[in-house]
């Protein structure tokens, strides 16, 4: 649905984003990340046709960016990094702006932007201005309506960048509930909300991908936190000898308890395994718990490696 | 084509939601009113003199300090929003992003500036037919019917022009400021030069006095239709949308 070949923006001596290749199919939710600066917005900018690529194709849902600049916008709905919204309206008045300007057949007006409304939990705030609206309704105004003509592809920058906890959680199940018949991309920062709404993640730093990863594939390898009352060596002994377990990679003293991370062999679950070893042993546990390797682990690492290089490639 | 009569609708509905247009409009009207009651005045006084005789009608609007001042001060301000606003507040993002042509917008926004520039002209009618059937003031209409089409194709020159600036840059001022400064030249600059020109013997005196929006519109006025004038007029303006299209079609940088 969404196909980037090599794609380039360069501002003057400047390379925003520099020979990007990803492609979304049908179905899947993607978070594009990256830290600020990094070329996520030009990216989206390039593919919801605002700007032109310098160079490379990208094509949504069939349609070349750069040839086909009106069909592609037909296909996609687009919410921008800061909502801009007109705040002289009313509520209601815009969506069927919008409506008309987006080619929703008359007849089907009504109803679309009655279903968006809904969907955006909009039905308090419709006939109300813009303008005095909060940040997390004038959010769900932008979202309504990139939604007003059913898009097959919606590209959100930051959808809930300003939003409050509550309003994150609506948002997010938003959007988990929208990706099951569309493509999804979206950019943040947060991310743990990658963790909660898409399937894979797109990391981009300074201008070029540097991790393309389903979080399947990136959640591969459990740890295993374990807490427990007694003496650390002896915990650290009683851990090692499984067969379950790989290394005690962590272990920490807290007062009469120890904290210990374990790296188990295999995908297997073997938390039932430790438990039964320390409380057999006589350990009393306090917690037992499995982590994956997290995402901020892996972002934080493919960035820096990033950072690390390309201050290398400078220093030439 | 089938989105402009939905842009200029929201054109027209930003101008009315904000207080200026409300501003300008009573400024307008009660230039009008003023304008009114000199003619008023001076149609009672006698003219005993031909050497002093001059057509009241032409210091009621063309020839008036207060209209062009006016009028000078209000076009700009009526285009410096159209794009501007839209590019200082993002909205045009999620304006070209629709599938939406870049001229059906260049035009909406043309059209809604050219609506409200009728509107502040209006004024200056409504008090036409009183004169003519309750003063019983037989004026010619064909001088005032070619004042209308003068006044006419000036304003759309102008507010295309205005829109072209207001596309260059997302701050208000700077794009009222620039439309100022071009119709002020236009306006009241160039009789200065055809003045001085005229003193030096300046080949190019013609030229300028052709040029000059103020003789264009006073001609206008006397009853001549310089259809020289009005192409004039119609093909600056038609070159200035098309240059405000090209502006923002353009794709490569607009950030």
Known sequence: MIEVDRLTKRYGTIRAVAGVTFSVGKGEVVGLLGPNGAGKTTTMRMLTTYLAPTSGRATVAGRDVLDEPLEVRRKVGYLPENVPLYPEMRVREYLRHRAVLKDVPRSRRRQATASVVSRCRLGDVENRIIGQLSRGYRQRVGLAEALLHDPEVLILDEPTSGLDPLQIREVRDLIVELGEERVILLSTHILSEVEAVCGRVVVIASGRIVLDESLEEMHGKPTIMVEARGPADAIRGALETMPEIEQVTRLERDGEYALAELAPLGDADAREAVGLRLSSRGFPIRRLDQRRSSLEERFTEVVTRDALSSARREGH | ?255
Do not use: C
Not at chain 2, 44 to 70: G, H, N, V
Not at chain 2, 113 to 127: D, E, G, H, R, S
């Open chain 2, 1 to 255: 084509m089938r989105h402009v009569q939905a842009l200029l609708t929201r054109e027209l509905a930003a101008y009315f939601l904000g207080p200026m247009a409300y501003f300008v409009l009573l400024a307008f009207q009660v230039i009008a009113f003023l304008n009114f009651w000199d003619l008023i005045d001076s149609l009672s006084i006698p003219q005993r003199e031909f050497s002093t005789l001059k057509d009241p009608m032409s210091s009621y609007i063309s020839s008036s300090p207060s209209f062009w001042i006016a009028i000078l001060a209000a076009l700009p301000v009526l285009t410096m929003r159209l794009m501007a606003e839209e590019r200082r507040s993002g909205t045009i993002e999620t304006l070209l992003t629709l599938p939406v042509r870049e001229y059906e917008v260049v035009l909406a926004k043309w059209l809604a500036a050219l609506v409200m520039y009728v509107a502040l002209l209006l004024p200056f009618a409504i008090y036409l037919p009183f004169l003519y059937r309750q003063a019983g003031f037989y004026f010619d209409l064909g001088p005032m019917l070619g004042l209308a089409i003068g006044l006419g194709s000036m304003g759309m020159m102008m507010t295309a022009v205005g829109l072209f600036f207001s596309t260059l840059t997302r701050n208000q001022i700077v794009a009222a400021i620039w439309t100022f400064a071009v119709f002020f030249v236009l306006v009241a600059i160039a009789p200065l030069f055809y003045v001085y020109a005229v003193r030096q013997h300046a080949p190019w005196a013609d030229a300028v006095r052709f040029l000059a929006l103020l003789y264009q519109v006073q001609g206008f006025a006397l009853g001549r239709l310089d259809l020289r004038v009005v192409a004039l007029h119609l093909s600056i303006a038609v070159f200035m949308l098309y240059a405000t299209t090209l502006v923002l079609a353009n794709r490569d940088n607009r950030a």
